[in-house]
C-alpha cells in the first residue's frame, strides 16, 4: 500500500522556468515531510522540509506548499537550473511512528 | 564533518550466500535507518535503529536482519540472498527519529 506517492514519474523544464513536482499522500497522521534530491551512484541529498503547522516553507530558490485538506504537497524551483536534473523523492511521517515513507520519485530533467 | 559512509559501496555475491552492509552515522546521530531501492521503486524502508534497539522493521522477510552497536554503527545482513535482492541499499543517519535524515551513497549489491 503507497502510502505517499509521485504519480508524475518524469518531468521536462526549460532553464529559467519553474518546475513543480507534487506529491500526494493517504495517511491523515501523516505531519512531517521531506524533500530529497538524488543524482545517480548517490544516496538522496535533503532538500528541504515543512511541517504540518505550516502551509508554505522556504529555502532559496525551492519553496514546498502542504495543501492538508488534499492531502498534497508540492516542490517549487524557480528558477530551474540545468544542476537541478535529478530525481526527487517526496517523504512523510507521523509523529507518532517510526519511520519515513517515500514516494517512487520524479525524474526532472531542465533544459538549458 | 564527515557525511554518513556506507561500505562496501559495491558487491557481487551468489544465490545462496549472506552478506553484511556497514553504515556509519553522522557522528552525534544516534537513530539509524535501511532502505532498499530498486529499479522503478521508491526508497522501502527496511528498519529503523535507536540507541541500539531495533524501532520499527518494514514488510521484509526473516531473512533481512540488523544490528546497532553502541557506537551508532550498524549493520544489515541478508542470508541466502535470491536474484530479487539486488537492489541499492541505503542507510540514513538523524539526530533522533522523525527528524531530517541524512543518507549515505549506499551499497550496489547485484546477486548473480
Known amino acids: 500500500d503507497q502510502q505517499v506517492k509521485q504519480n508524475s514519474p518524469s518531468l521536462s523544464v526549460q532553464e529559467g522556468r519553474i518546475s513543480i513536482l507534487n506529491c500526494d499522500y493517504t495517511?491523515?497522521?501523516?505531519?512531517?515531510f521531506l524533500w530529497y534530491k538524488k543524482y545517480p551512484a548517490e544516496g538522496p541529498t535533503f532538500l528541504i522540509s515543512?511541517?504540518?503547522?505550516?502551509d508554505k516553507n522556504e529555502d532559496g530558490r525551492f519553496t514546498v506548499f502542504l495543501n492538508k485538506s488534499a492531502k498534497h504537497l508540492s516542490l517549487h524551483i524557480v528558477p530551474s537550473q540545468p544542476g537541478d536534473s535529478a530525481v526527487y523523492f517526496c517523504?512523510?511521517?507521523?509523529?507518532?511512528?517510526?519511520?519515513?515513507?517515500f514516494g517512487t520519485g520524479t525524474s526532472l530533467t531542465v533544459i538549458p | 564533518k564527515a557525511g554518513v559512509t556506507q561500505t562496501p559501496r559495491y558487491l557481487i555475491k551468489t544465490r545462496g550466500q549472506q552478506v553484511t552492509l556497514s553504515c556509519s552515522p553522522i557522528?552525534?546521530?544516534?537513530?539509524v535507518s535501511w532502505y532498499q531501492q530498486t529499479p522503478g521503486q521508491g526508497l522501502q524502508f527496511l528498519f529503523e535503529?535507536?540507541?541500539?534497539?531495533?524501532?520499527n522493521k518494514g514488510n521484509f522477510p526473516g531473512r533481512f536482519s540488523g544490528r546497532q552497536f553502541s557506537n551508532s554503527r550498524s549493520e544489515m545482513n541478508v542470508s541466502t540472498l535470491e536474484l530479487g535482492d539486488s537492489a541499492l541499499y541505503l542507510c540514513?543517519?538523524?539526530?533522533?527519529?522523525?527528524?531530517?535524515?541524512?543518507f549515505g551513497q549506499g551499497t550496489r549489491l547485484t546477486v548473480v
Open positions: 535503529y535507536f540507541s541500539e534497539t531495533q524501532r
Open positions: 515543512i511541517s504540518s503547522i505550516k
Open positions: 557522528s552525534g546521530h544516534r537513530s
Open positions: 540514513a543517519s538523524s539526530i533522533a527519529p522523525n527528524t531530517e535524515a541524512f
Open positions: 517523504a512523510a511521517s507521523a509523529s507518532t511512528g517510526n519511520q519515513f515513507y
Open positions: 495517511n491523515s497522521m501523516f505531519d512531517y
